[in-house]
């Protein structure tokens, strides 16, 4: 069965500041893996897909790699704003289309 | 992207009672799922909604407990059966379109469900 962590489950920086997220899983036998955002009280904010083909996939100041051998995946957001509050979740995807979840990782940009 | 609604988006019943959540999406997908966020938690995938078929359901959930329907291509329900307190979660729908997107998942803004 496959067992998502992300570390670390929370984090508080000050405004500009990189921000360095991690998500390990257990079976590397993955077909892609998603990022999301999910705000307090709303659904899920689809950030990032990287094919298991991919070693790393960049959107705007969003970048996100994939060691699939060795399970794992890092989310790098560049010049973090307030906006950027959030938890953050990743999710490796089984062939067949389930996407397991992590726990997620809360962060807080302060002004 | 696909955009998805879902009705109620919160609802108050008392145990014993059942609710039906509904998924509405913008355009024909291939799939949807439905997945479950207990408080605190993450999210469990609870079953594939298959058009024309029984819904595929994850281990430890079952089809009296959570029967799915699927009738066509954009819309599925969820039915939360003989509702007890442990329940009490976010219910979220998400489809995969398979074409352009490379297969990433959209969820719907979910429905958040308490059980007294």
């Known amino acids: 069965k496959q067992e998502v962590t992300q570390i670390p489950a929370a984090l508080s920086v000050p405004e500009g500041e990189n921000l360095v997220l991690n998500c390990s899983f257990t079976?590397?036998?993955?077909?892609?893996l998603q990022w999301f955002r999910q705000d307090p009280g709303k659904g899920l904010t689809s950030l990032l897909l990287?094919?298991?083909?991919?070693r790393e996939q960049t959107s705007g100041r969003l970048n996100a790699s994939l060691d699939k051998s060795s399970g794992r995946s890092t989310l790098y957001i560049a010049a973090s704003q307030p906006g950027d509050s959030a938890t953050y979740l990743c999710?490796?995807?089984?062939?067949?289309?389930?996407?397991?979840f992590g726990a997620g990782t809360q962060v807080v940009v302060t002004p | 992207s696909a955009v998805i609604s879902q009705k109620p988006s919160r609802d108050i019943c008392q145990r014993g009672t059942s609710l039906t959540i509904q998924c509405q999406v913008d355009?024909?997908?291939?799939?949807m799922f439905w997945y479950r966020q207990q408080p605190g938690q993450s999210l469990t995938l609870i079953a594939t909604?298959?058009?024309?078929?029984?819904?595929?359901?994850e281990s430890g959930f079952v089809i009296d407990k959570f029967p799915i329907s699927r009738p066509n291509l954009t819309f599925s329900t969820l039915t939360v059966s003989n509702m007890s307190p442990e329940d009490s979660s976010i219910y979220l729908c998400?489809?995969?379109?398979?074409?352009?997107?490379?297969?990433?998942?959209?969820f719907g803004p979910g429905t958040r469900l308490l059980v007294l």
């Open positions: 909604a298959n058009q024309g078929s029984e819904a595929t359901y």
């Open positions: 998400s489809v995969e379109d398979g074409a352009g997107d490379w297969e990433t998942q959209y």
């Open positions: 990287i094919q298991s083909s991919q």
């Open positions: 355009s024909q997908v291939t799939m």
């Open positions: 999710a490796p995807r089984e062939s067949w289309g389930k996407l397991q």
């Open positions: 079976d590397s036998a993955i077909y892609n």
